[in-house]
């Protein structure tokens, strides 16, 4: 059964760090293309960050570029995402998704961990 | 805002069809991918691809692309049907991937 557990989200004050985790299980991590979306309260869901499955390339979207770091250790099965200069705009349950192995002209995730929250504020 | 627009809100009779539609340019170049999310749950991937259902999935839930419009189909809603609704795809130029806005689908 595959399995995502994320884990490091906490309360930050804005220019804060935090490092969040996400543990997999089931599959052969090492295989598959990851990412993180996150989910404001009230809101809808957000792409914010991908890493290829070797972890050579890496991807952001402009809301976190530049202060947000995807990595993964693929001996260890983790992805991680490094999260600095925290914004109170950056507050949100930040899930790790599995990208879903190649389909012509289209991208998906085909499982979800339940996510961790991260809030900033002071 | 999302590249990808979504109606907010739609609602369905029990047994109905219902279809919710996603619009944007990146649509005329990828396949949209549909999620179903229930209050305090994780997505749950229903389509992707062309018109693909992952294991587990009715097949009541149907896709399918036309132009820069891609739609979700439930035929015959049920209850549990009741959810809110996301649809992603690659982003036609920088972004990685584009999620839109999401339709909070009811089931009357």
């Not at chain 1, 983790?78 to 190649?102: F, I, K």
Request: contains cysteine.
């Amino acid at each position: 059964e595959v399995q995502l557990l994320e884990s490091g989200g906490d309360l930050v004050q804005p220019g804060g760090s935090l490092r969040l985790s996400c543990e997999a299980s089931g599959f052969t991590f090492s295989r598959f293309a990851m990412s993180w979306v996150r989910q404001a309260p009230g809101k809808g869901l957000e792409w914010v960050s991908a890493i290829s499955a070797p972890g050579g390339s890496t991807y952001y979207a402009d809301s976190v570029k530049g202060r947000f770091t995807i990595s993964r250790d693929n001996s260890k099965n983790t992805l991680y995402l490094q999260m600095n200069s925290l914004r109170v705009e950056d507050t949100a349950v930040y899930h790790c998704a599995r990208e879903g192995l190649v389909v012509p002209a289209a991208v998906y995730f085909d499982y979800w961990g339940q996510g961790t929250l991260v809030t900033v504020s002071s | 805002s999302s590249e990808l627009t979504q109606d907010p809100a739609v609602s369905v009779a029990l047994g109905q069809t219902v279809r919710i539609t996603c619009q944007g340019d990146s649509l005329r170049n990828y396949y949209a991918s549909w999620y179903q999310q229930k209050p305090g749950q994780a997505p749950v991937l229903v389509i992707y691809g062309e018109n693909n259902r992952p294991s587990g999935i009715p097949d009541r839930f149907s896709g399918s692309n036309s132009g820069i419009t891609a739609s979700l189909t439930i035929s015959g809603a049920q209850a549990e049907d009741e959810a809110v609704y996301y649809c992603n795809s690659r982003h036609s130029t920088v972004k990685h991937v584009v999620f839109g806005g999401g339709t909070k689908l009811t089931v009357l």
